[in-house]
Antibody
């Protein structure tokens, strides 16, 4: 059974940093790209970032470019999202998602349960 | 950025009815790279459809997807009680990947 378990969320002040982690089991991690998708309270879904199987390809939505960094550790079957210079508008549930291909960013056949990030003073 | 517009915003229906949800793209979606997800309150989204019309593993046949180029549709042939949820379309032809704003299917 595929499992994605996020951690690292919480309450943080504007301008501060937070690092999200996603531990995975149940599939061959280094054969798939991984992504982060967020959902602000009561709002829709927004793709944040993706990383290819070998970390050579990374992409971000414009609103987080230069502030967020995605990475992965294939030995630990984990993907991370380093979030710096956090803004109030980054407040959301952050979902770790498994892509269906290794090299690009397509669609997501498995999702974690999400981790809540609240940016507030 | 490809903008996906879903309509209607909310549908109020009774179980047993037929549901048609719309997703329109601001530009042509290459290779029909469009997916649909279902999200219930307090849960993560679940993949229903990919490639505009292919059902994901375990998705009941009452769910079907159709469309091409800029206009796509998700149809639920006979609405079951567990189908009341929010439905999102997502395009993966271009980055940034984008989602529609969602359609809520609620019990009438």
């Amino acid at each position: 059974e595929v499992q994605l378990v996020e951690s690292g969320g919480g309450l943080v002040q504007p301008g501060r940093s937070l690092r999200l982690s996603c531990a995975t089991t149940g599939f061959t991690f280094d054969k798939y790209a991984m992504n982060w998708v967020r959902q602000a309270p009561g709002k829709g879904l927004e793709w944040v970032s993706g990383i290819s199987w070998n970390s050579e390809k990374k992409d971000y939505v414009d609103s987080v470019k230069g502030r967020f960094t995605i990475s992965r550790d294939n030995a630990r079957n984990s993907v991370y999202l380093q979030m710096n210079s956090l803004r109030i508008e980054d407040t959301a549930m952050y979902y770790c998602t498994k892509d269906i291909i290794p090299l690009g960013f397509y669609y997501f056949d498995h999702w974690g349960q999400g981790v809540l990030v609240t940016v507030s003073s | 950025e490809v903008v996906l517009t879903q309509s209607p915003g909310t549908l109020s229906l009774s179980p047993g009815g037929r549901v048609t949800l719309s997703c329109r793209a601001s530009q042509s979606i290459i290779s029909n790279y469009l997916a649909w997800y279902q999200q219930k309150p307090g849960q993560a989204p679940r993949l229903l459809i990919y490639g505009a019309s292919s059902r994901a593993t375990g998705v009941p046949p009452r769910f079907s997807g159709s469309g091409s180029v800029r206009d796509f549709t998700l149809t639920i042939s006979t609405l079951e009680p567990e189908d009341f949820a929010v439905y999102y379309c997502q395009q993966y032809g271009y980055t940034p990947l984008t989602f529609g704003g969602g359609t809520k299917v609620e019990i009438k």
